[in-house]
């Protein structure tokens, strides 16, 4: 089946998106750490390890996320598939872990802290729930999986989009910041529910699929 072109259109933007954000999260390498506004650089240099350790989770998910929806990969280059997955599953395990910790490091407070964490733990059980249906070979399901784990990985692109709009708008950067720790991936997790609904593809995560002498079926 061909992929329509508002299809190719919106993976370009989701490739394009992730990259960029991506390779912008590089800075915290940097040894000036150029952009970065003070209630994140506190974050970095009270957890310095740990949050290193975050953002290189972070930014080769999603530098790998939009590669494993490429149905030309998927169908013509399985291996390659595979290793893209596992090295993504690894990231959201590295950066999911510590992201969880960096949370409560946070000097935006509380609701920041509540935001981030819940955050942290829905992108792992997300990612290990994609992993196991791959593993099972529920393929359908996995896919299911693994678009919420990747709106999740996502929350990074709407944070630094979103966090803009309050200094913008005349308000204080650390009430954005606080707003955008939910916005951030609740607005994709919202988008990727209608997404799936839309299409059919949530019924998927909940059918169960086995053969006869207990086996999980290939898709």
Same mark, same amino acid.
């Given at each position: 089946m061909k992929t329509n072109w508002y299809g190719r259109a919106g993976?370009?933007?989701?490739?394009f998106l992730a990259t960029g954000i991506a390779l912008f999260s590089l800075r915290f390498f940097l040894p000036d750490r150029p952009s970065v506004a003070p209630d994140i650089l506190a974050n970095l240099v009270e957890n310095p390890v740990t949050f290193l350790l975050h953002v290189a989770g972070g930014l080769t998910a999603l530098l790998l996320g939009?590669?494993?929806f490429l149905a030309s990969i998927r169908l013509n280059k399985p291996k390659v598939h595979r290793w893209i997955g596992?090295?993504?599953? *690894?990231?959201? *395990?590295?950066?999911? !872990? !510590?992201g969880f910790f960096v949370a409560f490091s946070s000097s935006a407070g509380p609701w920041a802290t509540a935001g981030f964490s819940i955050l942290a733990i829905l992108w792992l059980i997300t990612t290990w729930f994609g992993y196991r249906r791959a593993v099972e070979r529920r393929f359908d399901a996995h896919?299911?999986?693994?678009?919420?784990?990747?709106?999740l990985t996502a929350a990074a692109i !709407?944070?630094?989009l979103g966090l803009p709009v309050a200094p913008a708008?005349?308000?204080?950067?650390?009430?954005?910041?606080?707003?955008?720790?939910?916005?951030?991936?609740?607005?994709?997790?919202?988008?990727?529910e209608w997404y799936l609904r839309a299409t059919g593809g949530r019924q998927a995560s909940l059918r169960p699929v086995s053969s006869p002498a207990g086996r999980p079926n290939p898709a």
């Open positions: 993976w370009l933007i989701m490739m939009p590669w494993q596992r090295t993504y599953v *690894l990231a959201v *395990l590295i950066g999911g !872990t !510590t896919r299911v999986w693994m678009i919420r784990s990747f709106a !709407t944070l630094r708008l005349g308000y204080e950067f650390v009430s954005g910041y606080i707003v955008m720790s939910w916005a951030s991936w609740l607005i994709n997790l919202g988008i990727a």
